[in-house]
């Protein structure tokens, strides 16, 4: 029953920014744990940033140029991303985790260019 659509995906040019967001289908506070995750063509998935009720946690290659953040009004979960670079292309993926099992989005594409 839980559902998880990302969006805000696309091309932009090194240096620029882009704002990825996921929404549940329903109220993300029964999530304990929410992230991204990407993964780039021939790499394993890895996690850029997670998101608990009391902190937030970023990959070392992100750190400092991307930020996560929740919206409880509107069920969403946002990605911004500053200071784009070409290493930052990959599918980025919205993961929710609740007791039970971890939920995944179908994934939205990133393009950074030189």
């Known amino acids: 029953q839980v559902q998880l659509v990302e969006s805000g995906g696309g091309l932009v040019q090194a240096g620029g920014s882009l704002t990825l967001s996921c929404a549940a289908s329903?109220?993300?506070?029964?999530?304990?744990?929410m992230g991204w995750y990407r993964q780039a063509p021939g790499k394993q998935r890895e996690s850029v940033a997670a998101?608990?009720?009391?902190?937030?946690n970023y990959a070392d290659s992100v750190k400092g140029r991307f930020t996560i953040s929740r919206d409880y009004a509107k069920n969403t979960m946002s990605l911004q991303m500053n200071s784009l670079k070409p290493e930052d292309t990959a599918v980025y993926y919205c993961n929710a985790k609740d007791y039970r099992r971890d939920y995944w989005g179908q994934g939205t594409q990133v393009t950074v260019s030189s």
């Open positions: 329903g109220t993300i506070s029964r999530f304990y744990a």
């Open positions: 998101i608990t009720s009391g902190s937030t």
